[in-house]
């Protein structure tokens, strides 16, 4: 390992290296992301009709399609220094161990208490909610990582926090339950008596264990009902790959430092907060001419929005009560089969990705759940790191092109997004362990009667 | 907050500035730590007694008094490299909170899978064990935080690794279990029937959950009875102090890197792994007669063998099987009450820090769990980390000490050690948060019993 003595391990920015703005892809794109549409009339939605929901900022940023930077405030960039810069890793073991001529490197965002990149968008929310003289924040939360990283963010800020948790997740992970009322949250299971739309589903489904899309419901109808209150969430929206820009950012001041230029650049994908701000800068600079990366986005076989989905408008949750967005959509009534990546089981995909994907500047591909945790497991034992199951499925597609390389024989240079680490997710692990993992993967029929539903744009 | 401008919230070391030996504080002792002596002559113990149960090269160092030195071996190196150096954070919003003049400083180990500082001595006893040719060692695990390390470590190396956990740890933390088992660990509840001793406890109480003494007693008998095993251990012995100099010494060096003196050095105690480690080159300073700082202990009022034991020979485990260390002790008998700093309820401490408080060099102070879990939720809220219960007890003093100092305006700089992450510690907050949690403190005549029972010297 004689190159072990130019390229450290870890390569982490100083200080006066981290960015100072966020980077707005939009302003690059030739063919916007299409707009959010108002239910009823069909018509783009108006910031004033988003800012009853959504903080008045934040609503902003949603709708620039202009600024290519967006400064940073100054009270983030001083929260993000208590967890960032987060390294970009040389997975030199890894390397070594599948005896590749390709270099790996992965960017890390688990070392935070919330153990993902999510707190890169929550901080900054909580922020202009707090700008705006809000009391608080309501949001939902399934496996409670975006949960988790708003109520530190709150915390933060002295704001209040209400989390609506899927009421099977609220009771299945009461660790991750416990850590959002260490930092102040107050987690109501969902659905709940404390919300209309609550009461109605519970009245309808006496014994029912909730869904995302009632939580969304709950939340946004806290929001709405309770002065002072506004509705944030964590993935899919412009706004949040704007603020999760920050990962690619680094990861570029990072390679340029050592004169590194990747081949290709690899994330997992839900609703496309992680894999769209990996890859901000890069795909810029590839919307400009100026150079040339893949960049590919890695999605689970069991919910397959990008390979499988077909691009048109949809509603953003299963309620039905939130504005159309033009994605790559499996429907809004998809119900994907259980996986343990809780993470990747959105429907539908980012519209800024979409467009990005619709255009042939993105790949996508997916991969099965097994393949996926022995992938974790591997990356495990060889580079230390105990992977969530949605990093996971970036890691399974790096380590099969890095086994591409070993049989051509080229020097490629794959970079990854490690999103977060697994420790609230060792059921799933178990399960792999004792071989009662399973691989779900839809039927064609079963997708097209979820997209029959879509809604009739004409 | 214009200081933020000269030390950075984080100080990292470069590669090139990391430490390439370990520092043996017991060179510069001038009143040595006393010998472990075998139990059946009460004579000093030699090597060759040793070697059947630990590795040659881990006795050798455990019983060297003289080399201030000892080389890390590449290896080592090259897997401190993939999680180290960890950090040294400037707690500039706990100071803002506190509006203390106070600097305080935490060196944080929990940036790691095994999430604390234990993996340093695992590593490097993995190393050892490898080097010797042995297929695998043995150990037992309490709570779960050193057979996580030992896991990975042996994962790393490609060794067998035996894990006799706490029958019920085993069965309340299974997460914990789930992490060693991905890191290819084969994990036993204690008391076991792959053991003798195992088969003997079971027998007399069939219903029992365990205990570590138990756990121990299994894993020498698992080392000795397997061709090609050893057995080794986490903390207290002189050889893990020796391989935990490394937190002290980054610290150390990120300190002079900035020209920071501090005044005080502050970690939880409960072997003494972690603390004499953190200690190793400013304790060195102070005994060469170099500089001086206040060097302190904290360890949960409900078991306080520094400030209400005896310093005295005692058997190392409830079992007695294992060799007579002379230390501060609560007595081989003392069973202390439930507390949830797992890692803290040693009935002994140190041999090594043993000497060094009798000789007046380190001060020691115990605190009471509901103040170590509100510290705890305090610097949580305030510095974004979720602490590991043990070293809430660091923050709760240090905290203390931040008062003081806004009380008599005095700005002291105050440096502690953030051992590791608290995510496996949830049902411990969950209690504090429900106000179900207590606080057990051993009345005299409790510890008056388990001291009368000591073995006889003479």
Redesign the interface.
């Known amino acids: ?1 004689s190159n ?1 003595t130019k390229i ?3 390569i ?1 920015l ?2 006066n290296e981290m960015p100072t703005s966020w980077y707005n892809v939009r302003a690059d794109m030739k063919n916007k992301p299409a707009p959010l549409l108002n239910p009823a009339t069909k018509e783009p939605l108006k910031a004033e009709e988003l800012t009853p929901i959504f903080c008045e900022e934040l609503v902003a940023q949603e709708l620039d399609n202009e600024h290519a930077r967006i400064e940073i405030p100054q009270e983030i960039r ?1 929260f993000y ?3 960032r810069p987060s390294p970009l890793v040389r997975a030199y ?1 890894l390397e070594e161990k599948l005896q590749t001529p390709a270099k790996i490197y992965y960017k890390f965002e688990g ?3 919330s ?1 993902s990149h999510k707190l890169n968008s929550a901080i900054a929310q909580a922020y202009y909610a707090k700008k705006q003289g809000l009391k608080g924040v309501t949001t939902e939360t399934g496996a409670g990582q975006w949960g988790t990283a708003l109520s ?1 963010a709150c ?2 800020f002295g704001l209040d926090c209400k989390v609506y948790m899927v009421k099977v997740s609220y009771e299945q992970k ?2 991750r339950r ?2 959002m ?4 949250a107050s987690v109501t299971p969902s659905p709940s008596d404390t919300t209309q739309v609550g009461r109605a589903i519970l009245k309808e489904h006496p014994g029912t264990t909730g869904s995302l899309g009632c939580a969304i419901s709950e939340a946004v109808e806290a929001a709405t009902q309770n002065e002072g209150y506004r509705y944030v969430l964590g993935s899919v929206l412009n706004l949040v790959l704007l603020h999760q820009s920050v990962i690619g950012l680094e990861t570029k001041a990072a390679l340029d430092k050592y004169g590194i230029k990747p081949d290709m650049i690899i994330g997992c994908a839900g609703g496309g907060s992680n894999l769209g701000g990996l890859i901000a800068p890069f795909m810029g600079e590839k919307l400009r001419g100026e150079a040339d990366y893949r960049l590919i986005a890695v999605e689970p076989a069991s919910c397959p929005s990008f390979t499988r989905g077909t691009y048109a408008y949809d509603f953003c949750d299963t309620g039905m009560i939130c504005p159309l967005a033009k994605m790559y959509t499996l429907g809004s009534s998809f119900i994907p089969a259980p996986n343990h990546a809780g993470g990747l089981r959105y429907h539908g995909m980012s519209p800024v990705l979409s467009q990005l994907y619709d255009d042939g500047l993105l790949e996508a591909r997916s991969v099965r759940q097994t393949d996926v945790f022995e992938a974790a ?1 591997t990356f ?7 992977p969530a199951p949605e990093s996971a499925h970036a890691i399974c597609a790096a380590i099969d092109e890095a086994k591409k390389c070993k049989e051509t024989g080229e020097e490629k240079t794959i970079v990854f997004g490690l999103t977060g ?1 697994g ?2 997710d ?2 799933a ?2 399960k792999f ?1 004792d071989h009662q993992m399973e691989n779900y993967i839809p039927t064609d029929a079963e997708i097209a009667e979820s997209l029959a539903k879509l809604p009739k744009m004409e």
């Not at 009322?181 to 102040?184: A, I, L, N, Q, S």
């Open positions: 390992m072990t450290p391990y870890k982490y100083e200080e001083d220094r208590m967890y073991c070392n935070n208490t153990g530190m915390s933060y009461p660790f416990e850590v009322r260490t930092y102040g497991e495990a034992r060889i580079e230390g790191i105990l680490t420790y609230f060792m059921v692990y178990e362990h």
